[in-house]
């Protein structure tokens, strides 16, 4: 709401927008201005990149980077079917160890070079390495090696059955052969734009490749700035300093207000991203399904989505996107009824001691990253569940400690949201699956499949369920298991499904943007235009 007062005082006051952004130090004074390419987009991103190694460890930002200047031999299309990039087909044994790929021909790198089986045997061999160090790596366990046949057919030899190994293929960028560690610096890839410089923590500057296999960008140079402050972002675009910032940190209702005006155009579209609240499923309050239903009818998702929100996201009820070939279209929704909210817990044994009295039923605890948006989302739901007879207490901590927090278990609820991996069935697998708790001693490395079940959920039905969606060849089977696995996580109640919010683009009047994904991702700067 501050950076909403402050934009509005500078429109409104003697001074003007400019005269305010000039005092900041944003805009130059006229004369003073260096002219900027007409073909020049210059896109806001609200941290650094942490690598430009594809095989290294990621980020939103990461990823997105990554993803003008690199391309992957598999990629999705709108509706998560995975389709070829780099690679024209692939062929798979029965047995799911053998994955035989054939190349696209004539795709150039950076620096000229033609693509051929020899750089990804290269980038893969080299990940899997046991002296390489990246998360990555892990991800990637049950490959065994990858070995070039001739210049345009490549297989991937695997340990054992791999099948979600066209999936993970779509999060590793193809690098020339012998690039060593310079491409962690200097990175050469296949993607629309290829790289000229980073100034650390300040800003990426690419230029346009014109020989991208799917023709050249439209504008010629792209720098991406690194601005880490919504207040400054918000003002850099008032000043024309920034041209475009996509999902950005800006609160919602700076977005509401460029909408209602006409300084900035704001295109918002449908995104696939999720949030959610996480449940520990071990404590002793919350390991009863009546009381996590409780919650998930006590909480008014459209009242926050309209108030808070301003519009900004429509209400889940499924962990996969409604556009993912396998979201069931009729789980079992929890729309506001804080009456069976009641029942439920009264049923329980959670009864209100004192009725409408000032005692609670129970006290949890729900963590946060210290972010604004998280901490906003916190102290709504703390207003509704105290109307439940719930006692909500908010801790909010720096991002890796309130990772490592529920990470371990050491919470009762969280606030988060999912990017990308709710894009792909293997979700279930990873965030529900009883082999894929963090950091539980009970799971043998050799048997674990995933990282993301923070809930500490188990359930032998559902781990059944989804072994059998692996393993079933025809479309209709999967689609009908997955329908399923889907209606058991809403009746269990692990995490709380809450909404997917929107893509939001902010940007000078003067730039075109094409639809941009519902996954977000930025390939869709290839065709953007600055007349």
């Given at each position: ?10 429109v ?33 991103v ?9 095989r ?127 491409v ?57 300093t ?78 996969l ?10 789980t ?61 207490h ?29 894009q ?32 500490r ?19 209709a ?34 730039v075109?943007?094409p ?17």
């Amino acid at each position: 709401m501050r950076a909403k007062r402050e934009v509005r005082t500078g429109v409104r006051g003697r001074w003007g927008v400019g005269a305010m952004l000039v005092l900041l130090g944003l805009l130059p004074l006229p004369g003073c201005r260096r002219q900027e390419d007409a073909h020049t987009l210059i896109l806001a991103v609200e941290a650094p990149p942490l690598t430009f190694d594809p095989r290294g460890p990621t980020n939103a930002v990461t990823a997105r980077l990554q993803q003008l200047l690199f391309n992957t031999l598999t990629q999705k299309d709108e509706r998560f079917e995975i389709v070829p990039e780099l690679a024209e087909s692939w062929e798979v044994s029965e047995d799911l160890t053998i994955y035989t790929f054939r190349l696209r021909r004539g795709v150039r790198f950076h620096d000229g070079r033609e693509l051929t089986a020899r750089d990804v045997a290269y980038t893969f061999n080299t990940l899997i390495a046991p002296t390489f160090d990246s998360p990555k790596r892990a991800a990637l366990s049950k490959l065994e090696r990858v070995e070039p046949v001739d210049a345009h057919t490549v297989v991937f030899r695997c340990r054992e059955p791999y099948r979600g190994l066209l999936v993970d293929l779509i999060a590793i960028g193809i690098i020339p052969e012998n690039s060593d560690e310079t491409v962690a610096r200097q990175p050469i890839g296949t993607g629309p734009f290829r790289f000229v410089r980073y100034v650390e923590n300040q800003e990426v500057e690419l230029l346009a490749f014109p020989e991208h296999f799917r023709g050249a960008p439209r504008i010629r140079r792209l720098r991406v700035k690194i601005v880490r402050d919504p207040t400054t972002l918000a003002l850099e675009l008032l000043g024309g300093t920034v041209h475009l910032a996509v999902n950005a940190q800006l609160s919602p209702d700076f977005v509401a207000e460029q909408q209602r005006g006409r300084q900035l155009r704001v295109v918002i579209s449908d995104g696939a991203a999720l949030e959610y609240i996480g449940i520990n499923t071990t404590d002793p309050i919350l390991r009863d399904r009546r009381v996590r239903q409780a919650l998930a009818y006590g909480i008014d998702r459209r009242a926050i989505i309209a108030n808070l929100l301003r519009g900004q996201a429509r209400p889940a009820k499924s962990v996969l996107p409604p556009t993912h070939w396998a979201y069931h279209e009729t789980t079992r929704t929890y729309e506001y009824d804080p009456a069976r909210a009641r029942r439920l817990l009264d049923e329980a044994g959670y009864r209100d001691p004192d009725g409408e009295g000032p005692r609670p039923r129970f006290r949890l605890t729900l963590k946060t990253s210290s972010a604004e948006h998280p901490r906003k989302i916190a102290t709504a739901l703390q207003e509704q569940l105290r109307t439940l007879g719930i006692e909500l207490h908010i801790q909010s901590f720096e991002f890796q400690t309130f990772l490592n927090d529920i990470n371990t278990g050491n919470f009762q609820l969280f606030f988060l949201r999912q990017i990308g991996a709710n894009q792909f069935t293997d979700i279930f697998k990873a965030a529900f699956g009883s082999r894929s708790i963090p950091n539980d001693p009970t799971i043998r490395e050799s048997e674990r499949t995933g990282f993301l079940n923070r809930a500490r959920y188990r359930n032998p039905h559902l781990d059944a369920l989804i072994e059998r969606a692996e393993a079933a060849s025809e479309r209709a089977k999967q689609r009908a298991l997955y329908a399923r696995i889907q209606e058991v996580l809403a009746e269990d109640v692990p995490w709380i499904i809450l909404w997917y919010p929107a893509n939001v683009a902010l940007m000078n009047p003067r730039v075109r943007v094409p639809a941009i994904p519902a996954s977000g991702d930025f390939s869709f700067l290839k065709d953007v235009d600055v007349p």
